[in-house]
């Protein structure tokens, strides 16, 4: 199978695979090759897969001794085919889930960072508009 992790900004991965764990609102689920076609929701979470090797394709054998974990945020998941693609807002790579969770706290601090940021300027802009508005009432 060949999965795509897409966001609003970036292609996160786009690897062939021989398994794909994800978690939707009812539940974790996992897709093999030769699974259904499939849409879901998912859930802020872990999304985890196995990406194929050529001694797996000869063989036919899966080892998750490899396998790579993406902490992401809520999105869309299809199966069609072969291609199982996932729409997410934000998606962070790691093959190890204590440095992937290192790496998720300081990326949400550097977000919460900005998200104050950016309501304290719509609050001032606001504010201006709400100050000037009565500016031209009063003239």
């Given amino acids: ?11 996160i991965v786009n690897v062939s695979v021989s398994k794909v764990i994800a978690e939707a609102a009812n539940g974790s689920f996992c897709l093999l090759p030769r699974h259904t076609d499939f849409l879901s929701t998912l859930i802020p979470g872990l999304l985890m897969y196995v990406p194929q090797t050529e001694a797996d394709q000869a063989s036919r054998l899966e080892s998750d001794e490899n396998e790579v974990f993406l902490a992401c945020d809520a999105g869309l998941l299809v199966k069609q085919g072969d291609e199982v693609m996932v729409s997410v807002r934000q998606a962070i790579s790691g093959s190890d889930l204590g440095t992937l969770r290192e790496t998720v706290e300081r990326e949400f601090e550097t977000l919460d960072d900005r998200s104050r940021i950016c309501q304290s300027a719509i609050a001032l802009l606001e504010a201006n508009f709400l100050r000037r508005l009565l500016e031209l009432e009063t003239k």
Wanted: aromatic share 0%; proline share 9%; glycine share 0%.
């Fill in 1 to 11: 199978m060949k999965l795509h992790v897409l966001t609003p900004t970036q292609t």
